[in-house]
């Protein structure tokens, strides 16, 4: 006997209305090679306790995580604040978080994958579509539009760029303290049909850390 399976278009719990938001997408650099030389739990409990404190500062600076997927983590400032306030608390919220990584890694004599643990921030703002939206019986908050995808590409840009924190230049013109950010260029995203004027916020990377047994292998 055939069974049919009738697709159906879910209906938002609460109707999209169109907001003004801060934009943050962050992702833990070199997850794979963290869960290839460490064991899953040690893994897991690394993350876990990262995104616990990622999750608090957020919520101090009024803002809220919408998604955490593996490494990454997804948030919007701005639900109940002005878009320049929100900025603003999006901007402060990356910058803390990026020192509780560096007070994380001052706190452990070993590193990770003989390496510190990074992280890459990207941070955007403009117009989206927010809700809740639920394919069963847990509706969740919906925020979409394409400042989101923007905001992901930028995040994902950080590796390429060699720089911690990129922020978009549409939300560094909202900042208080913008002028303290000078290096900005012009960027192609994967995706996004034109170039984005992006601020390097943040760091370059640290240089990864050989072996002695390499460093003797190249030195013959």
Wanted: net charge negative.
């Amino acid at each position: 006997m055939e069974t049919n399976y009738l697709i159906h278009n879910p209906m938002p719990v609460v109707p999209d209305q169109e907001q003004h938001l801060a934009i943050m997408f962050l992702d833990i650099r070199n997850f794979t090679g963290l869960m290839e030389s460490q064991p899953g739990q040690t893994v897991v409990q690394v993350v876990r306790r990262l995104f616990t404190a990622f999750n608090q500062i957020i919520k101090k600076f009024e803002g809220k995580v919408v998604e955490v997927a593996g490494d990454s983590l997804y948030a919007v400032f701005g639900l109940q604040t002005e878009l320049k306030e929100s900025v603003n608390n999006a901007y402060q919220a990356a910058k803390v978080m990026l020192q509780t990584v560096t007070l994380f890694n001052e706190a452990h004599s070993q590193p990770y994958d003989g390496g510190p643990l990074e992280i890459g921030v990207g941070l955007h703002a403009g117009k989206v579509f927010v809700g809740e939206f639920g394919l069963d019986d847990a509706p969740q908050l919906s925020v979409m539009g394409l400042p989101v995808n923007i905001a992901s590409r930028l995040q994902a840009k950080t590796r390429e760029l060699n720089n911690d924190l990129i922020i978009s230049e549409d939300a560094y013109q909202l900042l208080d303290d913008a002028q303290a950010i000078v290096p900005h260029q012009n960027v192609q995203l994967q995706g996004i049909s034109h170039g984005q004027q992006i601020r390097l916020a943040g760091k370059p990377y640290a240089k990864p850390q050989h072996s002695l047994d390499y460093l003797l292998a190249i030195s013959r």
